[in-house]
């Protein structure tokens, strides 16, 4: 027998496979769409301009900038950082009023602002003249790549500051349109004392003192009329002030007098949004909005104010009304997509608000809820429906069928497409008709690989509408093609009674051609009375169990559409997202990151819980920046007070440690940097950036050169190379590893690696303030160090290291450290980089390791801390999500796991496995195994394929009379028999992607696929034990049509009866097919049995009923009244001969002799309506399993007498895809995304 | 002049605020300073006709317990609906009869001159029960030193009046409070509208029921031709503060911006 890990288990690694997948991507951004590649944009920061010499002027340092900033802006090539947004951060980088001038404090601004570019310069004051110097800094190449310089009267500073836009523009290459050089010639004002005034307000705003900042705008805007700016700029800090009516009129004012001018557009949209947020009078906010959204040409006022008139409208229940103001927002991106002038070539000004890139980004937000009011719209038969939203389908139960070539029709979003990775993804929502609701879809997709490996693949997935966070692991159903020969896949989906009225289909591929996608969509009316039995609840004796769900914490979900994880974010870089703490009064505090490290800024959220199972709701800490906030810790201290450790961007200077306090558990102390790097030794390479200085100074003229700032800067930055020089730029994904715990001389220890110098360091303090080094110890790659201090006082650090090694590192002190390194030993591997470690200290004096990695998930560990190598091993119920842990007064642990879209509180005591009864199999073994038993001492056993556990999916189950277990993955086949375990896929020659039905018949194992568009099947000759060689062979069924549809053994060792959806029934064997059937009516075959002593075939259809065979003749069965009037789901003939009969919504129909008898739930003690597949027990009666289109509860046992439902300890079971019953009586159900389960009934054969 | 003229708007702002005095305690006399006489001849010096008692008016604030201002509003109102200036009323009036209106224990009049650069001011201080003279002082000075020419006489009447029981005035909650509205009033005085609003509106932001710095800021506003910002400060005024000594005023002023708005 093969063992896994032998071939090349492509089958087995789909999930791995999406992660490589990504990991193929663009290093920093995921996909981009070629086109969009094509026309990005260049990002520009600029810095306030310092003076030359002197004290300068504060109004002419922001002014020149700011001016600058808005002619800029006037060029579509170019996305400027707003004067707003540069300004805080600005603030955290702490640079002050009159920011030291020099490439350094750029370099540190363009990180923060993530920029191309970022401007900066100096100017000199001298009488009434004034010269100015911009310097510009290629933040990829790390240098200044170019100069410029003016000179002129002060009164003309306007066209100076034109000049200079002209000058930079030119020399980066940007041909400028007649209208962007006309926008940069405009002039908002030529009084320079109304550009003074304006520039003081600016300023005093910019400090906070709003009402000294109101009286220079408006001193402005009486110096010049004219002044929009000055008006706009009065409105905005009336809001700040809290004087919304002043605001609101000042806004109206402005509008009314230029409703023309930009300003005067953005007047009425903030008049929209003061009468929104502020004023709550939506009557007159959607009149404003409305008033906006009218104007023509389009421009980002217009935009912003359709999506937020959509957002009143639609929360007021005017759906279409609502619907055509999204429509406005969808259409412009569409149109602008297909001619890009609409925006380059726009006629209006830029605004300093509200700009293109963020008013077309709307669209996607749009687009989202255009599908829920057209879905809302349809099922209120709300008369003639407005045109269907682009890349949405209405399918009718006349046509429920969805198809096009791949990319034809148009998609939600713009497509992603990706020259360099070949990646292709589409995004399209299908809306049911009214009276409809869809229960499952049947998909199909037609393509081939064109670069063949396990790290490629195509794929069409139905997800939820919207999408959730992370659709890598939340879908509804998927089919992948993962093979180089053209292919046509089907599969068949229910959505287990969670019907839908609205969902989601993607299509994606990378290294691959699709031809063609389609859909079917199995739809039931809405208005029939659907017999849906209660919800079970899963069985709760209060018992402590494994994994127990504590509690749950539900994320802020801040946008529509915005939620969904880029492709990258879900499988690359560690996701070091949550910390948990005790609050030191029983309670809990949780501490969440939201947002993306390539994406929105990452900021922190806390939650609290008085008793770990109610949380309040999430709230961002007052702590965040305006940049990255990220790996939180959270220690509480012996004095009660709950510090907070986290690490920032904020300073431009890479990842750094920060800290906050909270003593009353309510409000948060300043943020206060740990010094870390005054801890870290100089690096002996002087490759530093301080070569910038040098580079800047060379292109300057020897006049300009001699004098101060330029070559004093770089002398500066020559000077400080050894102490302050900026870090080396680094991906952001490079994060800072750190640890900190408070000892129990109340001394506070952070343990740190300094990538830079290749060490570990350890520092300490005694009040978390002020810090002394303790030691720094050479080392490779540290990764998710994290500290503890065991019983008997000694410092532990464990960490995972390059080369599969785990760190376990000692000291009696913190400063004298013993380095220890143990291979990693885990069945299941631990690849780097880790997303948590977690150590604690237990009363055995063992320790616990907990670590969590980004393939594997979460693992855990007991071991001596000076003995042997922790042998880790995985902790049930977690997977691949960030986590945190906290132990809890009972000596549990709290795990918070981050689960999708939210996040849950598990308690564990032990973390192995479920609990009680654990017997698992060798940890080497490569199936996972967890076992437990329910009340009524039935014992289950869970198993799933460790190289599956993303989605253990199983899409069918067989059994063989020697024992041998058989199941379907998506694209290939497992079996187990004992200790053996042998898996294989379609790209090693299985005859197809997603087995259906598996029949083990004595001595052949038979697969079949019901969405095969031919009569085949495949199979394997087995025997016992060792003498297993498997070599898969494929038979055609001669004269039959369809599909195999339905398959059974025959009475003979290695017979097979199969049933096509054309109405032929076939006898097979290895070597032949010796007898074939047709039905009358060629109905759909959905279900066979034979009864073995007689050799009788029953063959049961959707719609013609119960067929029988027997010899050569077979005809159709009649029963008394309606017996058989619906869908025929199953059949079963059970151990006395009795023929079951499953029919759709109807229970089930048992004939004994000639006597049928119909059971229901309501004439019998059958518990569910709708029932899937049968399985005859041993000893009598059926095992079921319920139909894929109603909701599961629990594996159900009927034998006309007694029914009754099991499942599994603690939960229901979900999902269930397929049932068989082995010679031991033994139940073995397969779940669509909970793996393999086997249900030992109390007193079944062992 | 304009030196005079900001100095002067800078102590108004005293008036608008004298501060009560303890319940229970007992109260500081009180004193009404009618305008002064311009004898210069000359009308550049209007202004000093109410500036120059103002100014008398906010240094005498600075000895509590000896005398606190009263305001004028209620006499500015008789004489307005009597069409009479200031100086047809008084002279009109007995001195008995206006500390009645005005509620004030003593009244000052007076008149200034010029004598070359330098202003001369003189002071009279009558007891209203009695009609009595109580004091008189006189004072000159360059005119650009009109504040320390008005400290002076305003320590000369302080030191003259009877000695009272000192009465225990309240530590004002907010000193700044005080500074800003002599502030704001200062630049209004002095036409700057632009500075006077953000004052008023720094006062409001600490204390929203200072309905003296309402009412300025609504006028600062109107002065500075924001006229639709002048009227909702009014309106918030009257709402909030019905019965204010300023508010027939208000009432006035928010009648007339009303009209404007309606005949545009």
């Not at chain 2, 004598?115 to 009609?131: D, I, K, M, P, S």
């Not at chain 2, 002095?190 to 006028?219: E, T």
Request: charged share 25%; hydrophobic share 40%; glycine share 8%.
């Amino acid at each position: 027998m093969r063992r896994i890990g032998a071939p090349r288990l492509a089958f087995m690694l789909c999930a791995i496979a999406m992660i490589q997948v990504a990991l193929a991507a663009p290093a920093v951004a995921g996909p981009k769409p070629a086109a969009e590649a094509r026309a990005t944009p260049t990002t520009v920061a600029v810095m306030p301009f310092v003076p030359r010499s002197g004290q300068g002027q504060a109004w002419l340092s922001k002014g020149l900038a700011d001016l600058l900033i808005q002619d800029l802006a006037q060029v579509k090539s170019l996305v400027l950082v707003s004067r707003e947004q540069a300004q805080v951060f600005a603030r955290e980088l702490q640079l002050g009023d009159s920011p030291l001038f020099g490439p350094e404090t750029a370099l540190r601004m363009g990180r923060v602002t993530k920029v191309d570019r970022v401007l900066y310069g100096h100017y000199a004051l001298t009488g009434e003249r004034i010269a100015i110097t911009i310097f510009v800094l290629d933040m990829v190449r790390q240098e200044v790549i170019q100069r410029e310089e003016v000179e002129g009267p002060l009164r003309d500073l306007r066209p100076l500051l034109q000049k200079l836009a002209l000058q930079f523009t030119g020399r980066q290459g940007i041909e400028l349109s007649e209208t962007e050089r006309a926008k940069i010639r405009f002039e908002t004002t030529d009084s320079i004392t109304a550009t003074r005034h304006f520039y003081e307000g600016l300023h005093l705003y910019d400090q906070g003192r709003h009402a000294d900042a109101l009286g220079e705008f408006a001193a402005a805007a009486k110096q010049d009329p004219r002044y929009r700016e000055a008006q706009l700029w009065m409105g905005k800090v009336f809001e700040s002030l809290g004087s919304h009516e002043h605001a609101l009129v000042t806004y109206r004012a402005l509008y009314r007098d230029a409703p023309a001018t930009v300003e005067g557009m953005d007047g009425l949209y903030f008049a929209g949004r003061v009468l929104e947020e502020q004023l709550k009078r939506r009557a007159e906010a959607i009149d404003a909005y409305q008033a906006l959204a009218k104007l023509r040409p389009i421009t980002p006022q217009v935009l912003e104010a359709a999506f937020r008139l959509g957002v009143l409208l639609a929360e007021e229940g005017r759906d279409r009304d609502a619907y055509l103001a999204f429509r406005v927002v969808d259409d412009f991106r569409e149109r602008a997509q297909k001619d890009p002038t609409l925006v380059s070539q726009s006629r209006a000004r830029a605004s300093r608000f509200l700009a293109w890139p963020h008013a077309l980004d709307l669209h996607r937000d749009a687009v989202v809820r255009m599908v829920v009011l057209y879905q809302r719209m349809t099922h209120a038969g709300a008369g003639v429906l407005p045109p269907t939203p682009r890349g949405v389908f209405l399918v009718t139960p006349e046509r429920p069928v969805i198809g096009e070539p791949f990319g034809k029709t148009p998609a939600l979003f713009p497509p992603r497409d990706d020259e360099g990775t070949t990646w292709r993804e589409r995004h399209y929502a299908v809306v049911v008709p009214a009276g409809y609701v869809a229960t499952g879809v049947e998909m199909s997709i037609r393509g081939r690989l064109v670069v063949a490996g396990p790290h490629f693949e195509y794929a069409i997935r139905v997800l939820d509408f919207p999408m959730p966070r992370d659709p890598f692991r939340s879908w509804l159903g998927v089919i992948y093609g993962q093979t180089p020969q053209l292919a046509d896949l089907s599969k068949t989906i229910s959505f287990n009674g969670d019907d839908k009225r609205v969902f989601t289909v993607q299509v994606f591929g990378g290294q691959a051609e699709i031809e063609r996608w389609g859909l079917r969509v199995r739809l039931r009316r809405d208005t029939e009375q659907v017999r849906l039995e209660p919800a079970a609840t899963p069985e709760e004796d209060g018992s402590f169990w494994e994994g127990r769900p504590a509690g749950r914490v539900v994320p802020p979900r801040r946008v529509v559409s915005g939620w969904t994880r880029p492709l990258t974010q879900s499988f690359r870089g560690p996701q070091k997202e949550l910390a948990l703490s005790d609050d030191g009064r029983g309670g809990y505090v949780l501490v969440t990151v939201e947002g993306e490290l390539d994406g929105q800024p990452t900021d922190l959220w806390w939650s609290r819980s008085a008793d770990g199972a109610s949380w309040t709701e999430v709230a961002r800490l007052p702590i965040n920046s305006a940049s990255e906030d990220y790996n939180p810790r959270l220690v509480r201290a012996e004095d009660g007070t709950l510090w907070l450790y986290w690490i920032s961007t904020r300073r431009g200077l890479g990842w750094e440690l920060w800290a906050s306090s909270s003593r009353e558990g309510r409000s948060w102390s300043d943020p206060q940097r740990v010094p870390l790097e005054q801890f870290v030794a100089p690096p002996a390479s002087s490759s530093r950036p301080v070569s910038l200085g040098q580079r800047l100074a060379e292109q300057l003229p020897a006049s300009v050169r001699d004098r101060w700032p330029v070559n004093q800067v770089a002398q500066q930055l020559e000077d400080r190379a050894s102490s302050t020089a900026v870090a080396p730029a680094r991906p952001i994904t490079e994060l800072l590893e750190y640890d900190v715990i408070q000892d129990r001389r109340g001394r506070w220890l952070v343990g740190f690696y300094s990538r830079d110098t290749r060490e570990m360091v350890f520092i300490q303090s005694s009040d978390a303030s002020q810090w002394t080094l303790l030691s720094r110890m050479r080392s490779d790659a540290v990764m998710g160090p994290a500290l503890a201090e065991d019983r008997g006082g000694v410092f532990r650090l464990a960490a995972l290291g390059q080369g599969e090694s785990v760190y376990l590192w000692s000291s009696k002190d913190g400063a004298t450290w013993r380095a220890k390194s143990v291979p990693i030993d885990s069945p299941y591997g631990t690849p780097t980089p880790v997303h948590r470690t977690y150590l604690f200290p237990l009363s055995t004096g063992e320790m616990l390791l907990l670590v969590s990695d980004t393939v594997m998930g979460l693992q855990y560990a007991r071991f001596q801390p000076d003995g042997e190598a922790p042998k880790l091993d995985r902790v049930s119920r977690a997977a691949l999500e960030a986590f945190a842990a906290t132990p809890t007064r009972s000596g549990s642990y709290l795990v918070a796991l981050r689960q999708s879209d939210e996040i849950l509180i598990r308690e564990y005591r032990a973390f192995n496995t479920t609990g009680v009864g654990v017997k698992k199999y060798e940890r080497s073994w490569p199936i996972y195994v967890e076992e437990d038993r329910d009340r009524a001492d039935n014992r289950w056993r869970r198993m799933s394929a460790r190289a599956r556990m993303i989605v253990p999916d199983v899409t069918s189950v067989g059994v063989e009379p020697n024992g041998r277990v058989w199941w379907g993955i998506e694209s290939g086949i497992m079996a187990k028999t004992g200790e053996e375990f042998f898996a294989t896929d379609v790209s090693q020659g299985f005859f197809y992607h997603y087995v259906t039905a598996i029949k083990g018949c004595g001595g052949i194992v038979w697969f079949t696929a019901d969405h095969l568009d031919r009569a085949v099947v495949g199979y394997v000759r087995t025997g016992p034990g060792a003498s297993f060689q498997p070599r898969f062979m494929t038979r055609s069924i001669p004269g039959a049509s369809g599909a195999v549809t339905a398959a059974e053994c025959g009475p003979n060792p290695g017979e097979l009866y199969v049933g096509t959806s054309r109405g032929d029934v076939a006898r097979v064997s290895a070597a032949a097919v010796p007898s074939r059937w047709s039905l009358e009516g060629a109905p759909r075959i959905t279900a066979l049995s034979v009864e073995p002593r007689t050799a009788t075939v029953w063959v049961g259809t959707r719609d013609h009923g119960l067929f029988h065979i027997q010899g050569e003749s077979a005809r159709r069965v009649s029963a008394k009244a309606d017996v058989l009037d619906r869908e025929i789901t199953a059949l079963a003939v059970d151990s006395g001969g009795g023929l079951w009969v499953a029919l759709y919504e109807k229970g089930l129909a048992r004939k004994v002799g000639d006597q049928w008898t119909a059971f229901t739930p309501r004439n019998s003690s059958l518990p569910d309506w709708s029932i899937g597949q049968l399985a005859p027990g041993p000893g009598g009666g059926v095992w079921y399993i319920a139909h894929a289109e109603a909701r599961s509860r629990g594996i159900g046992f009927f034998d006309g007498t007694r029914g009754r439902l099991d499942n599994p300890p603690h939960t229901i079971l979900d999902r269930p895809s397929s049932i068989a019953v082995d010679a031991r009586g033994h139940v073995w159900i397969g779940t669509w995304f909970d793996g393999l389960y086997e249900l030992e009934p109390a007193g079944a054969k062992k | 002049m304009r030196a005079v003229v900001t100095a002067l708007a800078l102590v108004l702002a005293a008036l608008a605020l004298p501060p009560a005095p303890v319940a229970g305690a007992s109260a500081p006399p009180t004193m009404l300073l009618l305008p002064f006489d311009n004898a210069t001849g000359d009308p550049t010096f209007a202004a000093l006709e109410r500036g120059v008692p103002d100014l008398i008016g906010a240094m005498l604030a600075r000895h509590p317990g000896q005398v606190r201002p009263v305001e004028r509003e209620r006499l500015d109102e008789i004489a307005r609906e009597r069409s009479l200036s200031w100086q047809q009323y008084v002279s009109q009036t007995p001195l008995s009869r206006i500390g009645t209106l005005s509620q004030a224990r003593y009244i000052t009049r007076g008149s200034f001159t010029r004598a070359g650069n330098r202003l001369l001011v003189q002071v009279l201080v009558y007891e209203t029960e009695t009609t009595r003279l109580v004091t008189s002082a006189q004072g000159a000075g360059d005119a650009a030193a009109l504040v320390a020419v008005c400290e002076d006489l305003a320590g000369k009447i302080a030191r003259a009046l009877p000695a009272e029981a000192a009465a225990a005035l309240p530590a004002d909650d907010d000193p700044e409070r005080s500074l800003l509205m002599i502030e704001g009033l200062g630049y209004f005085y002095s036409a700057q509208f632009n500075k006077a609003v953000p004052a008023f509106m720094k006062i409001l932001a600490r204390h929203p029921d200072d309905g003296s710095a309402r009412y300025w800021l609504a006028r600062s506003f109107s002065e500075a031709g924001l006229r639709q910002h002048a009227v909702i400060e009014l309106r918030a005024f009257l709402r909030s503060s019905p019965d204010h000594v300023k508010a027939a005023e208000a009432r006035r002023l928010l009648g007339k911006l009303e009209e404007g708005a309606r005949s545009k």
